[in-house]
Structure formats: structure tokens, C-alpha cells
């Protein structure tokens, strides 16, 4: 699985995901399902170049959803926090500099 892959998106416009980031130097991700913790970090140590020292896993059931009479289910997905190292940062909303 390539790195491109395994990192599906960053959760950077929560509440909790901002806190993380300001009070612990630790990012969140959205990753694939069968991803683990070694290729989570392979990843982001690849793809951002800083140094990872941990990551947190969570995997979150699909809601129940109304589709007209029915009930559809989302689809299940995995939470990655990943903690890192003391003067690394990654930052989703930089302007670009022209």
C-alpha cells in the first residue's frame, strides 16, 4: 500500500483536532481501514518529512442513515492521531507565498 493511500485525509476543522494540535503537537488523519500503526507512521514521516513518536488509533462504526423509507449504513473508518516530535509541525492552511 503506498503512502498516498493510507492517508485518505486530515480531520484539521474540529474542535477537538485543533486542540490536539495547539496543546500536544498531535495531528489527526483520517487512514485506511487495514492500515496499521507502523505504515500510519511510514506515512507521515514520508509524506510531511518530521518525525513521528506515536500514534493513536480509533475505529469508528458507520451511522445509520435515513434514505427515503429506508435505512442506509455509512461506511465504518479509522482515526489516526499522530503525535510529533518536539519542534515538528504540519500545517494544512498555509497561504502560499508568490
Known sequence: ?????ILLRPIALTEKASMLRNQSNQVVFEVARDANKVQIRD???ALF???VEAVNTQNYRGKDRRMGRGYAKLQNWK???VTLKAGDSIDFFAE???
Open 43 to 45: 506515512a507521515v514521516q
Open 79 to 81: 482515526k489516526a492521531i
Open 1 to 5: 500500500m503506498s503512502h498516498e493511500n
Open 49 to 51: 518529512n518530521v518525525k
Open 96 to 98: 502560499a507565498s508568490e
